[in-house]
């Protein structure tokens, strides 16, 4: 089945840094890539989403980008900010299933003022 | 427009008993997954739900069971409970037939079993 791997699992920059997080997944017919954003105590919030027929996107501060190829998709947030601080997971949804996220297992992203 | 609701916020059991959770999807939605997150862990898949069926199911065993209402609300029931069911347990909803469709989820029921 669907394996999904996160790295790193904690990252720290400055605020104004950009952040980078990366994630591989091994079945080639995973079609569909979101991410979510978790604060302490509440559930994950997408933040973010592509799909399989699109190499980029991008919303304000945030950016995704998928290489198919490589099977590895990556989220990049630039002009970070104290309120960024939570942990980011990666998903994927396998080919053929009908909607079931298998996420990475989570990085803890820390801004520092 | 109400987002994904969930109730208990805080539920603590201990070995052995039954427990129900609720969800609410967000105005809109048809279906409902329920997802179990284990502390500092991602989210686990335990099944989906549309147009009252089961439509698919992950790796849990057959104690974890649910229901989906006609007014697409849904809940998911845990026998038997063991300590390693203790999570946070978040029922996320979408609308369509499934194939990546986008799931927003609910703030989750944290279940202590003791």
């Known amino acids: 089945g669907e394996n999904v791997e996160q790295h790193p699992s904690t990252l720290s920059v400055q605020e104004g840094d950009s952040a980078v997080i990366k994630c591989t997944y091994s079945?080639?017919?995973?079609?569909?890539f979101p991410w979510y954003k978790q604060e302490l105590g509440k559930g994950p919030q997408l933040i973010i989403d592509i799909r399989s027929n699109v190499g980029e996107k991008k919303d304000q501060r945030i950016a995704v980008t998928l290489n198919k190829t490589a099977k590895h998709f990556s989220l990049h947030i630039t002009e970070t900010q104290p309120e960024d601080s939570a942990v980011y997971f990666c998903a994927a949804v396998p080919g053929g299933s009908q909607g079931n996220l298998i996420f990475g297992k989570g990085t803890k992203l820390s801004v520092k003022p | 427009d109400a987002g994904v609701t969930q109730s208990p916020t805080h539920l603590i059991k201990t070995r052995g008993q039954q427990v129900t959770l609720r969800c609410s999807p967000k105005s809109g939605h048809d279906t409902v997954s329920w997802y179990q997150q284990a502390l500092g862990q991602g989210p686990q898949f335990i099944f989906q739900y549309y147009e009252e069926e089961e439509r698919q199911r992950g790796n849990f065993p057959d104690r974890f069971s649910g229901h989906q209402f006609p007014n697409y609300s849904s809940e998911l029931n845990v026998n038997a409970l063991l300590l390693g069911d203790s999570a946070l347990y978040l029922c996320?909803?979408?609308f369509g037939q499934g194939f990546g469709d986008t799931q927003y989820f609910g703030p989750g029921t944290r279940l202590t079993v003791l």
């Open positions: 996320a909803s979408s």
């Open positions: 079945d080639s017919a995973s079609n569909y």
